[in-house]
């Protein structure tokens, strides 16, 4: 390792703490120029539309690194990790004719910074490195994976891993962490990173994309689009007011109440809870709107079937969604949304450019842009630590939530500004903060309208929940349960 490391030192007064940089090797048995798959020319057109502030389409992770494991061993396991995965080793870049493309490389280096800390600051330092990834950009020179090194007395303690969206998914990184960890609790000589031959790459989605068969799924998901934007109202959220400095601004929601409804919804209802902020959010747009539809574009992973499942990239598109929010109880349009969610994951997946020409053609660019405001993504959680699971109990009661909401606050946070994105509604977090953050156009929702519409949101989903109703008990006192909800089948 001595051999490999720079000797260029960065001090951290702040945080004690000094770096250097390691070369960690990579093979692979392809290189070359190749275009993009469809997941990756939806992520392109938000790094293009966003661009330099697309610092949320990369996702980080911190990872412990076992007792038997050395710097040795953490540098082959991330050359393990290069090897294996051929998506991290790509590279996106414009030809000169301006079209995006991927450039797979057979071999070269990653440059990983390894952190020198005390031991009783490691954990500290590893969610500064967590944040300093978060909030830089990938750039178009860079390998789609970063990684740093947290030490302690040249003895490794964590890990922090960053993936660029281009490459690879959140979905995707559960089976890449999986084999991280294995990687370094691995003896040397069983650290593995071959590539699988059951795994599919980005290169491989290309081609299975371009045949006969991609072309077709792709019409198909392009005539869905068609049929379900005919109901998206035609533009509910105009931006008519004067917009704020600056124009798009951020709010997130720290919630536990809603994460303990929506988890105590999603359990009683056979529905995800996703689902659960997805619906009330519409209930919410449609009131304000003033319309029984609303639309929203909402991000979906697209692993449905075992090829998917196995596919080591990007596989994230955007599919539209209808809700009609009329003559239907809360529980109702909770299951109507979540039924309506998985028809347009399963049916709307499509080649992004023939998308686009097709919608233009219909409505044109400024309708288009109407149609698609409101975006929902949410997503999984961003840390790889083990948790305590979330567990939720059915029979939760509103005044059970309510208890929670003393501890809610809505913070602003910096927004990225997009400029065909009016309405930007994340969900994130585990069992320690649960936050929904809501990014908008200050000239269609102003700061206030964005807390407002948070608070709504909170008091919308916690009052799905049932009163407690007594129930007589064989030994004459009362017990409290909740009302029967629908169920989904």
């Not at 071999?107 to 600051?121: F, I, K, M, P, S």
């Not at 080591?312 to 039924?339: N, S, W």
């Amino acid at each position: 390792m001595d051999a490999a490391l720079h000797h260029r030192v960065r001090r951290h007064v702040h945080l004690n703490t000094e770096s250097q940089f390691l070369n960690v090797p990579f093979s692979g048995t392809r290189s070359g120029i190749f275009p993009l798959t469809w997941g990756q020319r939806w992520i392109w057109s938000s790094v293009t539309s966003r661009a330099p502030h697309y610092s949320d389409l990369g996702s980080s992770y911190i990872l412990a690194v076992p007792d038997m494991c050395d710097m040795d061993g953490v540098s082959r396991s991330i050359t393990a990790l290069l090897n294996r995965y051929e998506a991290f080793r790509s590279k996106f870049s414009i030809s000169l004719d301006e079209k995006p493309y991927q450039l797979v490389l057979d071999e070269g280096y990653l440059r990983a910074e390894v952190r020198q800390v005390a031991t009783a600051d490691a954990r500290a330092v590893a969610e500064t490195v967590e944040a300093e990834f978060n909030r830089t950009p990938f750039t178009l020179p860079e390998l789609s994976l970063r990684a740093t090194i947290v030490a302690s007395d040249a003895t490794p303690s964590f890990v922090v891993l960053c993936a660029f969206h281009m490459a690879m998914d959140c979905h995707g990184m559960l089976p890449v962490l999986d084999d991280f960890r294995s990687f370094m609790s691995a003896h040397p000589a069983e650290v593995g990173g071959s590539v699988s031959d059951d795994m599919t790459h980005p290169v491989d989605r290309v081609r299975i994309e371009e045949e006969v068969d991609g072309a077709r799924r792709s019409a198909r998901g392009i005539r869905f689009w068609e049929q379900e934007l005919a109901k998206f109202p035609k533009n509910p959220l105009p931006t008519g007011r004067q917009p704020e400095s600056p124009r798009y601004k951020a709010f997130a929601l720290h919630s536990p109440a809603v994460q303990a409804a929506a988890l105590g919804l999603a359990a009683e209802l056979g529905v995800t809870t996703a689902s659960v902020i997805h619906a009330m959010a519409a209930a919410l747009v449609a009131r304000r709107a003033e319309s029984q539809a609303c639309g929203f574009v909402m991000a979906a992973s697209h692993r449905y079937d075992a090829d998917a499942v196995s596919y080591a990239g990007t596989l994230v598109q955007g599919v539209p969604v209808a809700v009609d929010t009329a003559d239907c109880t809360p529980h109702e349009l909770i299951v109507r949304t979540h039924r309506a969610g998985i028809l347009a994951a399963l049916a709307g997946q499509c080649d992004p450019d023939n998308l686009s020409k097709a919608l233009n053609n219909s409505y044109g660019p400024e309708e288009t842009r109407a149609k698609l405001a409101c975006v929902v993504n949410l997503s999984l959680p961003t840390s790889a630590e083990p948790t305590a699971p979330l567990v939720a109990e059915t029979g939760l009661t509103r005044p059970q939530a309510e208890r929670l909401l003393p501890e809610s606050r809505c913070e602003y946070v910096e927004g990225n500004p997009v400029e065909n994105e009016r309405f930007y509604l994340t969900s994130e977090g585990g069992p320690t903060d649960f936050f929904i953050t809501l990014r908008a156009d200050t000239a269609a929702l102003a700061s206030q309208d964005i807390v407002n519409f948070l608070r709504d949101l909170e008091r919308s989903i916690i009052d799905c929940l049932p009163e407690p109703v007594a129930h007589p008990s064989a030994s004459g006192v009362g017990n409290l349960v909740s009302r029967d909800s629908v169920i989904v089948t």
